[in-house]
T-cell receptor, first 117, second 111 residues
Framework: GAVVSQHPSRVICKSGTSVKIECRSL??????MFWYRQFPKKSLMLMAT?????????EQGVEKDKFLINHASLTLSTLTVTSAHPEDSSFYIC?????????????FGPGTRLTVT | DAKTTQPPSMDCAEGRAANLPCNHS???????VYWYRQIHSQGPQYIIH???NNETNEMASLIITEDRKSSTLILPHATLRDTAVYYC????????????FGTGTRLQVFP
């Protein structure tokens, strides 16, 4: 149990276009999902916390108008990178909190590699 | 900022135990110690977590000192597939509480 999927696994887009990344909890309901970004040889940086049915909470320095997050259901959160630029090229990873053990450990998706040309 | 300190890298021979240390001297009373690992170009994988008692599962053992200021993750019989970056994170066990990743320990298992 506690499987999280992401789609697509990799995407290449042109500068100025928008890209949507989906994060799904496959076998559990997740009221809270998280979005991270990871640059090469760096650690994961939390971008935002996504709560089902409410607005996402963004970390300092993350532009909420550029990284649109929607968490419309208990199993799906989406991240849309708007007007993408080459510096947005990164590995984007989502996670979902699983309450099965009572201590809400997070389970991660496999990641989406975004390349903006 | 991450609340933990880990060595940047470690080596381990295949078949031997890998002991990965973590210091978390400022841990709060309600914070758990979580361990994750990330194999290259994949999402992090949950390994184990604990509060104050030692924990063991099918992947690893977690030893937490009595004062809770440090812990050790033990992979009893390391394999080449255990080569990864291992992250030790302290966090309160609430639904919305964040995982703040530090730089982790890069474990290289060699034949």
């Amino acid at each position: 149990g506690a499987v999280v999927s992401q789609h697509p696994s990799r995407v290449i887009c042109k500068s100025g276009t928008s890209v949507k990344i989906e994060c799904r909890s496959l076998d559990f309901q997740a009221t809270t999902m998280f979005w991270y970004r990871q640059f090469p040889k760096k650690s994961l940086m939390l971008m935002a916390t996504s709560n089902e049915g409410s607005k996402a909470t963004y970390e300092q320095g993350v532009e909420k108008d550029k990284f649109l997050i929607n968490h419309a259901s208990l199993t799906l959160s989406t991240l849309t990178v708007t007007s993408a630029h080459p510096e947005d090229s990164s590995f984007y990873i989502c996670s979902a909190s699983w309450s099965g053990s009572g201590t809400y450990e997070q389970y991660f998706g496999p990641g989406t590699r975004l390349t903006v040309t | 900022d991450a609340k933990t300190t880990q060595p940047p890298s470690m080596d381990c021979a295949e078949g031997r135990a890998a002991n990965l240390p973590c210091n978390h001297s400022t841990i709060s009373g309600n914070e758990y110690v979580y361990w994750y690992r990330q194999i290259h170009s994949q999402g992090p994988q949950y390994i184990i977590h604990g509060l104050k008692n030692n924990e063991t599962n099918e992947m690893a053992s977690l030893i937490i000192t009595e004062d809770r200021k440090s812990s050790t993750l033990i992979l009893p019989h390391a394999t080449l597939r255990d080569t990864a970056v291992y992250y030790c994170i302290v966090r309160a066990p609430y639904n919305t509480d964040k995982l703040i990743f530090g730089t982790g320990t890069r474990l290289q298992v060699f034949p």
